[in-house]
């Protein structure tokens, strides 16, 4: 049961790597909104790193952000979570894999493995709620931002990228915790009792003595 947890913890962590991989790369964290828009034939979204403009025509056209000072404070704090977080992922894929149970690497115990397991899920976890707290502070500027009424600039709507993010924080969050059940402390069974026969031919009783364990006493059952 274990092994099936860690196995299944360490998918939902790659694919939640990859989707994080995706999210950060997206160029459509947020689009501009049709009902501003004067022709349904062009559209504007923009991302972490660049900002685009595309037509009914397919055409493309996609511009870097020329500084990096000049951004606002939360692109730049997405920016720094998002890359933490890939970086998070791809150490707790390695380390996941080191901490496998059907993994034998040289002579590591199981209570070592059981360790590196469960620090690969804390990492799956920490790379969840990064790319979580990035995803969603975006979103929230972008729907404080449409709602209102002085905000001058133009408005904008979620993109896929950040439906992307929240996927891929949510598959990360479980595949961490997965990892990390799976490494449940085992209770130490109760010491066996070794039981010693005497036979008492003279009063025809048989009795039975608990050897003790180091304590130094000991119970007769007739």
């Keep these: 049961m274990a092994v099936c947890l860690q196995v299944v913890g360490l998918l939902l962590g790659v694919v939640s790597w990859c989707l994080q991989s995706s999210c950060t790369s997206s160029q459509v964290w947020k689009v501009r909104s049709q009902a501003e828009s004067v022709s349904s ?8 790193w660049m ?9 493309v056209q996609c511009s870097r952000f020329k500084t990096v000072l000049g951004l606002p404070a939360h692109l730049q704090a997405c920016r720094a979570l998002m890359i933490i977080s890939l970086l998070l992922g791809l150490a707790s894929i390695v380390v996941s894999v080191l901490g496998l149970k059907c993994t034998k690497i ?37 729907i404080q931002d449409f709602y209102d009424p002085l905000y001058g600039g133009v408005r904008f709507e979620l993109g896929t990228g950040l439906y992307l ?4 924080s949510s598959l990360a969050l479980l595949g961490g915790s997965m990892l990390c059940c799976s490494c449940r402390r085992k209770n130490s069974p109760p010491p066996v009792r070794h039981f010693s026969y005497y036979s008492s031919s003279g009063r025809g009783q048989n009795i039975y003595r608990a050897a003790s364990d180091g304590g130094g006493s000991s119970k007769a059952y007739v």
Excluded: H, N, P
């Design 41 to 48: 034939s062009q559209w504007t979204f923009e991302g972490l």
């Design 106 to 142: 040289g002579r590591t115990s199981d209570q070592v493995k059981d360790q590196i397991a469960l620090s690969g899920g804390v990492m799956f976890i920490l790379s969840g709620v990064f790319t979580l707290t990035a995803v969603s502070w975006y979103a929230a500027r972008v």
């Design 51 to 59: 900002s685009c403009a595309a037509t009914s025509l397919g055409s």
């Design 165 to 168: 993010g929240w996927a891929a």
